[in-house]
């Protein structure tokens, strides 16, 4: 069974920097696109980030151009989001996740196969 397992949120002061990672289990990720989407309290699950297989990444907000990038390490089975100049209004609950068409990045939180349960960031001071 497809399992994805988020890591490394927390509490951090605006300007500061977290990695979350993104690990696969019961599957390889090489051959799938994943993708970074975040629930602030009160609104909808946006797409932030997407990395296809072949290393392609597909942006989803404006708000974190600049400070944020995806990656992963296909050795570790693991995908990555390293989030730079936190603000407050990046607080939420961060979740990676395989579209339905695993091949192909998707923005879009109806159209996911696999969520992980998320972890928590919350940027305050």
């Known amino acids: 069974q497809l399992q994805l397992v988020e890591s490394g949120g927390g509490l951090v002061q605006p300007g500061g920097s977290l990695r979350l990672s993104c690990a696969a289990s019961?599957?390889?990720?090489?051959?799938?696109?994943v993708g970074w989407f975040r629930q602030a309290p009160g609104k909808e699950r946006e797409g932030v980030y997407c990395?296809?297989?072949?290393?392609?990444?597909?942006n989803y907000a404006d708000s974190v151009k600049g400070r944020f990038t995806i990656s992963r390490d296909n050795a570790k089975n693991t995908v990555y989001l390293q989030m730079n100049g936190l603000k407050p209004e990046d607080t939420g609950v961060y979740y990676c996740?395989?579209?339905?068409?695993?091949?192909?990045?998707?923005?879009?939180?109806?159209?996911?196969?696999?969520w992980g349960r998320g972890t928590q960031v919350t940027v305050s001071s």
């Open positions: 996740a395989v579209p339905k068409d695993p091949y192909y990045c998707s923005g879009d939180a109806s159209y996911i196969q696999t």
């Open positions: 019961g599957f390889t990720l090489d051959y799938y696109a």
């Open positions: 990395i296809t297989s072949s290393g392609g990444i597909l």
